[in-house]
């Protein structure tokens, strides 16, 4: 089970911190990301990162803004969200892959999902 969290209102420019985490499995050797959707619009990539190396992938429209990390020992992962722009906002969901797939962009491979978190950026 994936419980998402740190959503809420924020202006134009301000930071929000995600935190995803995972119960009953271990994700120390997982793929993890962050998906969103925006209202109207289909869901999107956002970041991954691979649990065991912390090696990282990010969608052109974030990078430089956000940050995903993890602690293993938490068996959490998080999105550190700077510089939010209003066409941020949209519900932000984590997801888990087991095998370790290079196909991270992809929402069919992640066997698991949490229930998502609303994001919303004011101008």
């Known amino acids: 089970q994936l419980q998402a969290s740190g959503g809420g209102l924020v202006q134009a420019g301000g930071s929000l911190r995600l935190s995803c985490a995972a119960s009953?499995?271990?994700?120390?050797?997982?793929?993890m990301a962050w998906f969103r959707q925006a209202p109207g619009k289909e869901r999107e990539f956002v970041a991954a990162i691979r649990m065991s190396a912390a090696v990282t992938y990010y969608a052109d429209s974030v990078k430089g803004r956000f940050t995903i990390s993890r602690d293993n020992a938490k068996n959490t992962v998080y999105l550190q969200m700077n510089s939010l722009k209003p066409e941020d906002t949209a519900v932000y969901y984590c997801?888990?892959?087991?095998?370790?797939?290079?196909?991270?962009?992809?929402?069919?491979?992640?066997?698991?999902w949490g229930q998502g978190t609303l994001v919303t950026v004011s101008s």
């Open positions: 997801a888990a892959d087991e095998t370790g797939t290079y196909y991270y962009t992809l929402i069919s491979v992640y066997e698991y």
């Open positions: 009953g499995r271990t994700v120390s050797t997982y793929v």
